[in-house]
């Protein structure tokens, strides 16, 4: 069985990611934290987000290739 988008989001934590990205933008704009602070955290951001990217990418180059395996006595798993 495949995992759905949200399951997918859920393991790799973008819920947690966008809170923080947002949660940073609202400190920054209270004046909690620099904008160098805020570009620095900015970077890891997108770094993370460039990081997904490669995993969906990746899954789905993966998915696109897979066959069902026969299991023992010819059934398909």
Same mark, same amino acid.
């Given at each position: 069985?495949?995992?759905?988008? !949200?399951?997918?989001? %859920?393991? $790799?934590?973008?819920?947690? +990611?966008?809170?923080? +990205?947002?949660?940073?933008? !609202?400190?920054?704009? %209270?004046?909690? +934290? %620099?904008?160098?602070?805020?570009?620095?955290?900015?970077?890891?951001?997108?770094?993370?987000?460039?990081?997904?990217?490669?995993v969906l990418n990746?899954?789905? %180059?993966?998915?696109?290739?897979?066959r069902p395996v026969?299991? $023992?006595?010819?059934?398909?798993?």
């Amino acid at each position: 069985m495949q995992d759905t988008v !949200t399951d997918v989001g %859920s393991q $790799i934590s973008l819920d947690v +990611i966008v809170q923080g +990205i947002a949660q940073d933008l !609202t400190d920054l704009r %209270s004046g909690k +934290i %620099s904008v160098k602070d805020a570009q620095a955290r900015a970077l890891l951001a997108k770094q993370y987000m460039n990081g997904v990217r490669l995993v969906l990418n990746a899954r789905k %180059s993966l998915e696109q290739g897979a066959r069902p395996v026969a299991a $023992i006595g010819g059934e398909v798993a």
